[in-house]
């Protein structure tokens, strides 16, 4: 008996470097709704966050610039930090598991630069001196407001809406990298 052979669509073997397991269909479209909401999420509290810089900024009595700066305290703990951590992961897992990589391509890099400064900066600046603020106007003192507070969402919501057409426009094409 003859040997028959099957017609079957193999892909030649790559040579380089070995591929980085890529995530199944499933969990890449729930890792990256997982993505996308925590990114709005934390790019909504930016947003929540100036306004209130704004708000305290402009009230005439301590009290409302108390709490105020208390509700801005509580949202930069409570909310900033989780959304920013679970977007920062979220991002980096989709980086590792999609073929996007996570130096592979410009935009994710820079992005990926972006989002750890938008966590680490406003966390060294932004929050001491909300911590200041508040016990400032508690005190009954109508100072002046630190700059930070103000500086700090002003520059968080511009990062984040910067990373956010990153994600959508993908400028700048391939880096020299390779890595994932």
Request: hydrophobic content about 55%.
């Amino acid at each position: 008996m003859p040997a028959t052979a099957t017609a079957t669509a193999t892909r030649p073997a790559r040579t380089g470097r070995p591929q980085a397991p890529r995530l199944p269909r499933n969990a890449r479209r729930f890792l990256l709704t997982a993505h996308v909401v925590t990114s709005v999420g934390w790019l909504g509290v930016a947003y929540a966050l100036l306004v209130m810089a704004l708000s305290a900024q402009a009230a005439d009595d301590a009290g409302t610039r108390a709490a105020t700066y208390s509700l801005m305290l509580s949202f930069d703990t409570a909310a900033m930090l989780p959304l920013g951590l679970a977007a920062l992961v979220t991002g980096v897992i989709l980086g590792l598991g999609t073929h996007w990589g996570v130096l592979r391509h410009w935009w994710v890099a820079v992005k990926l630069v972006l989002n750890v400064a938008v966590l680490v900066v406003p966390m060294l600046t932004r929050h001491p001196a909300l911590v200041d603020a508040v016990d400032t106007a508690r005190a009954g003192l109508l100072t002046a407001p630190d700059g930070r507070v103000l500086d700090g969402s002003i520059a968080s919501v511009i990062v984040l809406t910067a990373a956010t057409v990153l994600s959508v426009y993908k400028p700048w094409g391939k880096t020299r990298a390779r890595c994932n």
